[in-house]
């Protein structure tokens, strides 16, 4: 038989044991719901001018027709944190690429100029806010040198794009 010490040491260690590795476990009922922040950023077309005449539907694109030498199209357009009543909820930043495809058809020079001085990240990013109403303006100007007057340009066609590159930051 075993000595009584031996048997209160065997209990206790099954006791202190079975206490240890016993999982203990809590049901809480309700409910979470997430989301994702969204951001927002929209490209709005206001006006066009082509030699100094407005232009009708400049929301329908920027074309670029029956140029001749000395020719300036001035199109103007916004860059907005909100859509209706939906706002931008990320810290965004942008930039504005402007293309004249394809490349050295007509002596096309073109000039992006901002209406104000909007926060920079560097590198030609601008920064585009959060939480309240933000509008960035632009003035795109294209000119055609009035002194190339050159035959090879005759029947040519070229297109301008805009493109708005926009990122998060973290």
Do not use: C
Not at 26 to 40: L, M, S
Not at 98 to 115: K, N, Q
Not at 159 to 164: A, G, P, Q, V
């Amino acid at each position: 038989m075993l000595p009584l010490y031996l048997v209160y040491l065997i209990i206790v260690t099954l006791v202190v044991t079975g206490v240890s590795f016993s999982k203990y476990g809590t049901i809480v009922d309700g409910t979470d719901a997430a989301r994702v922040a969204k951001p927002v950023l929209r490209y709005v077309p206001i006006s066009a001018t082509y030699n100094g005449v407005a232009l009708d539907g400049v929301s329908g694109g920027l074309s670029f027709e029956n140029v001749m030498p000395g020719a300036e199209r001035i199109y103007n357009f916004e860059i907005r944190n909100y859509e209706n009543e939906e706002l931008n909820e990320v810290l965004l930043k942008y930039n504005i690429e402007i293309s004249v495809e394809p490349a050295s058809v007509l002596p096309l020079e073109s000039t992006l100029t901002p209406a104000g001085t909007y926060p920079s990240s560097g590198s030609g990013w601008t920064i585009l806010g959060m939480g309240e109403n933000i509008t960035h303006s632009y003035t795109l100007s294209i000119v055609w040198d009035e002194l190339e007057t050159g035959s090879e340009y005759g029947n040519q066609e070229q297109s301008i794009r805009i493109t708005i590159n926009a990122e998060q930051i973290d």
